[in-house]
């Protein structure tokens, strides 16, 4: 059974449009992260949740924002797409923040049109 | 801060040979290394993960990767590679002290018939 579901997998956006994804895990675990990879590139932290702390890495752009409504679930806003936001976006858990195994999602693809 | 360097963005192999996929660490505290796999439009699948006990470790489908402080490497093996191992890999460090995983960009690998 899947544990971190992501929702769509695939997502078409307009230019400008604010679009949401979303992610959420049966594992209870505390710490939720989401990536952001683009075309042949590693994955790139934008940032994570530590159960409602919130941590956002220093070159995430202000148009990437987050939620977390409780334990299960985990929101990506991206406010105003632009063509170079198109990329796989990838939600991660794990149960703490350190050295423990993180268990990714299958991803949500987005195109910006 | 830990980083992970990837040599070889692509590696071909003929089914059957010998897969080597190497990875070096930088890391100024003990670090956790970790191997991902990952298919076409697909989230990451944890393949190993060394977290300072046995320096040889054993994964799912037959990968195995071996901790080499002296050489700050984490290099991944199979014996021999089967057509369903074409997929991207990555490596990826964090440390008992980290708060998130860091990437190495990939290697994606080939298995030709």
């Known amino acids: 059974d899947a544990m971190v579901i992501q929702n769509p997998r695939y997502q078409v956006t307009q230019f400008g449009k604010p679009v949401t994804l979303s992610c959420s895990q049966t594992?209870?675990?505390?710490?939720m992260y989401w990536y952001q990879q683009k075309s042949s590139q590693a994955p790139k932290l934008l940032f994570h949740y530590y159960d409602k702390d919130f941590n956002n890495e220093a070159d995430t752009p202000d148009n990437f924002q987050s939620r977390r409504p409780n334990t299960s679930f985990c929101f990506l806003d991206i406010r105003s797409p632009g063509l170079g936001d198109a990329a796989m976006y990838l939600c991660?858990?794990?149960?703490?923040?350190?050295?423990?195994?993180?268990?990714f999602g299958q991803g949500t693809r987005l195109t910006v049109v | 801060a830990q980083s992970v360097t990837q040599l070889g963005s692509h590696v071909s192999v003929s089914e059957g040979a010998l897969v080597l996929l190497r990875c070096n660490y930088s890391?100024?505290?003990?670090?956790?290394l970790f191997w991902y796999v990952q298919y076409p439009n697909q989230g990451l699948q944890l393949l190993l993960k060394?977290?300072?006990?046995?320096?040889l470790v054993k994964g799912i489908n037959g990968f195995e990767a071996e901790f080499k402080k002296s050489e700050t490497s984490f290099h991944l093996t199979k014996p021999s590679a089967h057509m369903s191992d074409a997929a991207e890999y990555f490596c990826?460090?964090?440390?008992?002290?980290?708060?998130?995983?860091?990437f190495g960009t990939g290697t994606s690998l080939t298995v030709i018939p």
């Open positions: 991660a858990t794990s149960r703490n923040l350190v050295f423990d195994e993180a268990f």
């Open positions: 594992l209870n675990h505390n710490v």
């Open positions: 890391s100024s505290v003990p670090p956790y």
């Open positions: 990826a460090v964090t440390t008992n002290t980290g708060n998130q995983f860091y």
């Open positions: 060394y977290t300072s006990a046995a320096t």
